[in-house]
């Protein structure tokens, strides 16, 4: 009986062990199996996030294909859209090129053909010497000719051909009237040539040739060329400066009143320029042109003191060195 009991306890106690090492077992396989799950749910996940980053990528490079593919659309579009821009705009400037054309066109033959605009009255303005028929003649402007249909240019040249025209201008007025402004030489000297008379002015333009001086100051001595004193002709360069020095002998003498009455002035030697008052029976050696204020402020004073009297007066000295003016009366009277 002992026996027995002993070797039940035994076997209890192998019953127990096994029951342990079996539950011990499963929960090692229960384990593995949990480790497994978590290592495929790990992967899965791995697999998962993979995907998705693939995906995002693939996504991302889709985004930016697709955001530069409508970039290059665009872009395409607004090139197109500005050439077409560019186009009509073309368009409209040759269409608004060719309406301009066509109303200046039609102005200009409505201009050339209506009697409206008829030349009816030409005004020649500022003349004095010149006539104003020799103005409109040398114009070869007609009345009832259009006044759209002459050259100003052509009519300006051919009016200064005269030699007392210095300036023109023409002016229409619309719808029929012309305007001529002349501006004229002034006729100051007249010129000792060959028994007549060459007018000119104070820039030595010759102006006329006449037998008459017109009781203009007569310059007498120049150098110019006989065949070169011709109307629209300029004194030579000697003759010029020459000239300047008479217009400050002519302006030093009217400080005294003294300009009216030269008749005469001797241009030979510019060192020794002579005048002559006939009125006063006087002729004046007057040297030079410097110093004249001073040379004139004793031949006036001489004037008066010898007046009547027929001679010579010598102011052709240096004054600021004590030459003094003096007068020498002729015997030979």
Do not use: W
């Not at 229960?30 to 995907?51: P, S, T, V, Y």
């Not at 990528?57 to 697709?66: C, D, S």
């Not at 303005?125 to 259009?146: C, P, V, Y």
């Amino acid at each position: 009986m002992a026996r027995k009991a002993k070797h039940s306890e035994v076997n209890l106690y192998y019953a127990n062990r096994q029951a342990r090492e079996n539950n011990y077992q499963k929960e090692e396989r229960k384990k593995a199996k949990e480790r497994e799950k978590r290592i495929k749910q790990n992967n899965k996940m791995k697999q998962q996030d993979d995907f998705d980053i693939e995906t995002e990528t693939v996504i991302k490079m889709t985004n930016q294909n697709k955001i530069k593919k409508d970039k290059e659309k665009r872009e395409k579009l607004e090139k197109q859209e500005k050439k077409r821009r560019i186009r009509n705009k073309k368009i409209m400037i040759v269409v608004k090129i060719f309406l301009m054309i066509a109303i200046i066109a039609g102005g200009i033959t409505f201009a050339l053909v209506s009697p409206i605009f008829n030349i009816k009255e030409i005004k020649v303005l500022n003349n004095s010497t010149i006539s104003t028929d020799t103005i409109i003649s040398l114009s070869k402007l007609k009345i009832d000719e259009n006044i759209f249909k002459f050259l100003k240019m052509e009519s300006i040249k051919e009016i200064k051909t005269n030699p007392y025209i210095q300036d023109v201008e023409i002016h229409r007025k619309l719808p029929n009237t012309i305007e001529i402004n002349v501006e004229e030489r002034k006729h100051k000297y007249s010129v000792d040539f060959l028994g007549q008379y060459a007018y000119i002015n104070n820039q030595g333009y010759i102006l006329e040739i006449s037998e008459d001086s017109k009781q203009k100051t007569i310059i007498q001595g120049i150098t110019t060329k006989e065949e070169e004193i011709t109307p629209g002709n300029r004194l030579n360069n000697d003759d010029l400066e020459k000239l300047e020095d008479v217009i400050k002998i002519m302006h030093a003498a009217k400080e005294y009143k003294l300009d009216l009455k030269i008749t005469n002035i001797d241009i030979s030697n510019k060192n020794e320029y002579n005048i002559y008052l006939e009125e006063e029976k006087k002729k004046v050696h007057l040297g030079d042109s410097n110093n004249l204020g001073n040379k004139f402020l004793y031949v006036n004073a001489i004037i008066e003191q010898e007046a009547g009297k027929v001679g010579d007066i010598f102011a052709n000295g240096d004054i600021n060195n004590r030459f003094k003016v003096y007068f020498r009366e002729s015997l030979n009277v």
